[in-house]
């Protein structure tokens, strides 16, 4: 697996919130401004680096039997720990994330990491796609939270929760369109390189 691929698939081929499609409930829930947004995303991006840190250290010394609750308690124990760090840091945030907060620690996109990945990778690898991870998280709650804040001055539905699943609706069905069009591109490339290929290899063995 290489830097590039991880950076990839973390921002794009599979973002969590647009094609994963984890994580929704503090997706939704949270995403009415853009504050609340950029603070849950950089919490569950704190959270989803150092678990993922944390679990390819130990991954060997944990037996199978155990290896889920013992992830949780990890995941659990740095979920306290970004809690504590936004209370004291900024407390209106605090306030105003309320539960969504330390359910954090049920996000089934952060102990998915750690199952899929950070339990057979090593420490940088695992690092760096949590990183990749988390950031195309936040950046779909961020786009979410800019989004439904502009758009609830003139539309009252973008700040309720119908409002929430519309505005991601709309992301995601613009990014199938580009994702789409890249693909058609790609396939294009492909062809014309395969073509090229053909009319050199005829033309060296005339």
Known sequence: MSWKSVWIRGLWSQNP?????????????????????????????FVLVLSNASISLIR???????R????????????????????????PLY????IFLPLIVTNCLILGRAEALARREGFVMSALDGLAQGIGF?????????????????LILAALPPGA????????????????????KRRQSDSSDVASRRVRTTGELS
């Open 17 to 45: 919130g647009l094609v994963q499609l984890l994580g929704l409930c503090p997706l939704l829930a949270v995403s009415n401004t853009f504050e609340n947004a950029l603070g849950l995303g950089l919490a569950t991006l």
């Open 60 to 66: 060997s010394l944990v037996p199978d039997a155990i």
């Open 68 to 91: 889920l609750p013992v992830f949780v308690l990890v995941i659990a124990a740095l979920t306290t720990c970004a809690e504590l760090l936004v209370q004291a840091l900024h407390y």
């Open 95 to 98: 306030q105003s994330l309320g």
């Open 138 to 154: 936040l950046l779909v709650l961020v786009a979410l939270g800019v989004l439904r804040e502009v758009v609830s001055g003139t």
């Open 165 to 184: 699943f519309i505005a991601l609706g709309l992301l995601v069905a613009l990014y199938r369109a580009i994702d789409t069009q890249l693909q058609t």
